[in-house]
Every structure is written in structure tokens, then in C-alpha cells.
């Protein structure tokens, strides 16, 4: 699998080392019950978590442009400094990487250009969230992203960022991490680095191979 052990190469390290990206910390994802989803928060807002457990709390997160497009390559949360000693896909209930072919993989699709990265309780309340907009505004209503997502990437001028820690519950701590994928469009698959007790180091979601 060249994705895996490409990205053993680029991310065993505290630090990426690799002139075709550029890499910067944009802040911290809060992880209430550490099940973790990824998914496209417009389309696939009901994907399940993956089966690791990570642990709770406010984590690091990391953006990787790659350079001469300036989109997103990888998008990476960190959860200890230990040593990685192995790297795995990640995986949500029901998938086995073993039942896939050379150079398939497990994801989440993207057709919104918007990928996230949140708690399982924090997709709950993006959830909750757009049923109670629907339900309050009716025909009015225009769709989460008009409602909740776009003022946190666009003002009237055009784009502010091509990414956004976006808090849909007052009453609850967890934030979406939510980001441009890519080129646009496309399947993306995430992996879990471990350290030697198989505790889990960091994650990437992958949406350019760097190699």
C-alpha cells in the first residue's frame, strides 16, 4: 500500500520534513467522548466514528499545503509526542482493511469541497442544529451551510480562510474542525499513527499525495 508507507515517511517525525508542503498549526479540536469522525459535515454528516479510541481533550491540529497549489494536502491531529512504532488505515465498524484490494481504501467521500474532523457528541449537535433551523424557519430554510458554515469561511468580499473551528452547541465544548479538501471533490482516507502500547499518536486524513 504506497499511501501507508508514504505517509510513514512524512509523518513518524515531530515535524514534516519535505519542500513541496507547508505546514502550520491553525489550533486545537476539543474531543469529548474520543470517537472521532471525518466526514463531509454537508453531505455525510451521519458517517460513523472510527473504531479507535482516542483519548479526550483539547488537541493540537496541523494543516499541510502543498505549496504550488496552495490546497490542502494533509489535514493532521496530534494526541502525544511518544514514538510511533506502527501506522494503520483507520477504520469505522464493519470495514477489514484485509478485504481490500491493492491501493483500495476506506474513507469518506467529499462532493461539497468541505471535509471535518469532530467528536461523535459534536455531530450529534450539528445535527440537532439543523433540525431545530429547519424546523423554526421552514421554507426559509436554506441548508446548514448557508445557515451555520458559510459565515465562518466567507464574508461579503469573498473567502477569509480555507478552514474554520466552528462550535455548533453554546451548551457543549466540542468544535468541528472544518477544512477545504483538496482539489475539490474526491475519497479520502485517514491513518492512525500508534506508539508502542498501540495508543493512538495522531491522525492524517489524506487529500494530495506528497511523495
Sequence with gaps: MTHLE????LFSKNFVESPLLESFEVGKLYLS??????????ITNDMQPFTTE??????SVLLH????????????VIFSNTEITEWEMA???????????????????VESGMGCLMDVDTQTSLNEL???????????????????FHEYFFDE?????????????????GT?????????EGFYASYIAYDKDHKPVKIITEFIEIS
Design 6 to 9: 508514504n505517509i510513514k515517511k
Design 33 to 42: 467522548s474520543g470517537k472521532l469522525v471525518a466526514c463531509d459535515p454537508l
Design 54 to 59: 482516542f483519548p479526550k481533550g483539547n488537541f
Design 65 to 76: 499545503k502543498e505549496r504550488e497549489s496552495n490546497c490542502v494536502a494533509y489535514a493532521e
Design 91 to 109: 477504520v469505522t465498524a464493519g470495514q477489514n482493511v484485509k478485504d481490500l484490494a491493492d491501493e483500495e481504501v476506506f474513507g469518506y467521500p
Design 130 to 148: 439543523e433540525k431545530r433551523l429547519y424546523h423554526s424557519k421552514g421554507a426559509d430554510f436554506m441548508g446548514i451551510y448557508e445557515e451555520f
Design 157 to 173: 468580499k469573498g473567502a477569509i480562510d480555507q478552514y474554520a473551528f466552528l462550535k455548533p452547541a453554546d451548551e457543549h465544548p
Design 176 to 184: 468541528i474542525f472544518a477544512f477545504e479538501t483538496g482539489y475539490g
